[in-house]
């Protein structure tokens, strides 16, 4: 591909090795040009001709560097997100992109008049399960939606050693950890929510963020979408729980592409995305003739790819991208 955007990393951290830099490196659209790194430089040993910087001063006034993702702890974001588009940087911001939707606005507000774009990282929306879950709605066998439930579960009951994530800063929690995929992807099929309710509270043994929430999220046409994240999950429950007028579609919450990443898969295997067996959809239904129907829904191959190829398109051809801004708005208006 040709004009590659030349892109930085601001952390090599678990984000940058498996969620970013596998994609930057194989991804024609992209040239994995360098990375911050104040303390141990570990990115050259993936990635030879990768550049270190020391300082962010240092990585801001490199004049070849078109695209900085921000993959800094979340309480970040925001000040990163300025001095990256200061310099008149196009900036890829983790979820969740700030603390607040004021914060948010004011990047976009900063990106208009630099002449900047501001992208968000919301790469579940290319997991195989909600890309199998949007593909059932939109074959209308459900019928109209009545109600969704939406769970991201983990068992992880001592205090986790990343600070940022387990001490009270600005966007630490799980709600803001986990519960932002959930949103976002409730926002990507539904739109935008009309009314909601939440809970959220603090059950592992000296924990100072919340370790569980639930939130209830009302859209238009009557569609209620149930949220519920939590660290105490020994058993999980089906991650996506769908009921409309005529059927109903369960699946495990799975997606195979974080697992692959973590265990040194490269993009480009004609494996990568592919579901493990017997992790498909259960769609329950009555037909025209109002018989009762039971289909297994195969797995939709993974592709946090897709994103990348939207950003450069978004970039170099000026096509939309399909995480939409004032979706993300939506959603931190949820998350506060």
Same mark, same amino acid.
């Given at each position: ?11 090599? !951290?678990? #984000?940058?090795?498996? +969620?970013?830099?596998? +994609?930057?490196?194989? &991804? ?26 020391? *300082?962010?001063?240092? =990585? ?16 970040? /974001? ?9 310099? =008149?940087?196009?900036? =890829? ?8 939707p004021e914060q948010f ?20 929306? $290319? ?5 199998? *879950? ?40 799980? $709600?803001?950890? =986990? ?15 009309? /009314? /909601? ?45 769908? /009921?409309?007028?005529? !059927?109903?579609?369960?699946?495990? +919450? ?32 009555? &037909? ?13 191959k993974g592709n946090f ?8 398109? #978004? ?6 991208? #399909? ?14």
């Amino acid at each position: 591909m040709e004009n590659p955007i030349v892109t930085a990393l601001l952390a090599y !951290g678990m #984000s940058g090795k498996v +969620f970013h830099a596998p +994609f930057l490196e194989t &991804n024609k659209g992209f040239q994995l040009y360098g990375v911050l790194e104040r303390n141990e430089k570990k990115a050259n040993l993936d990635y030879p001709t990768i550049k270190s910087f020391s *300082t962010i001063d240092e =990585l801001l006034s490199d004049e070849k560097i078109e695209l900085i993702v921000i993959n800094t702890p979340n309480n970040t /974001h925001y000040d990163y997100a300025l001095q990256a588009l200061k310099a =008149l940087k196009h900036i =890829l911001i983790e979820k969740p992109a700030t603390t607040t939707p004021e914060q948010f606005n004011e990047l976009l507000e900063l990106a208009k008049k630099v002449n900047r774009k501001v992208f968000v990282y919301q790469n579940r929306r $290319w997991s195989s399960d909600i890309m199998a *879950t949007k593909s059932i709605i939109d074959s209308e066998k459900l019928g109209d939606i009545i109600e969704v439930h939406l769970r991201f579960d983990r068992y992880r009951s001592s205090i986790g050693i990343k600070y940022f994530k387990e001490k009270p800063l600005p966007s630490s929690g799980i $709600w803001y950890d =986990l519960g932002s995929h959930l949103i976002d992807q409730a926002i990507s099929i539904f739109g935008k929510p009309i /009314h /909601h309710y939440s809970y959220k509270n603090k059950y592992r043994e000296n924990s100072q963020v919340d370790d569980f929430a639930f939130m209830h999220i009302e859209f238009s046409n009557k569609v209620n979408v149930f949220i519920t994240t939590s660290m105490l999950v020994t058993d999980a429950q089906p991650g996506i729980v769908i /009921h409309g007028t005529k !059927g109903s579609f369960i699946k495990e +919450f799975c997606d195979e592409q974080e697992n692959q990443l973590l265990a040194g898969l490269s993009p480009l295997d004609t494996n990568f995305g592919n579901e493990k067996p017997n992790k498909e959809g259960k769609l329950t239904y009555h &037909n025209a003739n109002n018989q009762v129907v039971v289909e297994i829904i195969p797995s939709i191959k993974g592709n946090f790819n897709g994103l990348f190829d939207e950003l450069f398109q #978004s970039i170099r051809k000026e096509i939309p991208f #399909s995480i939409d801004n004032q979706q993300i708005t939506e959603q931190l208006k949820l998350l506060v």
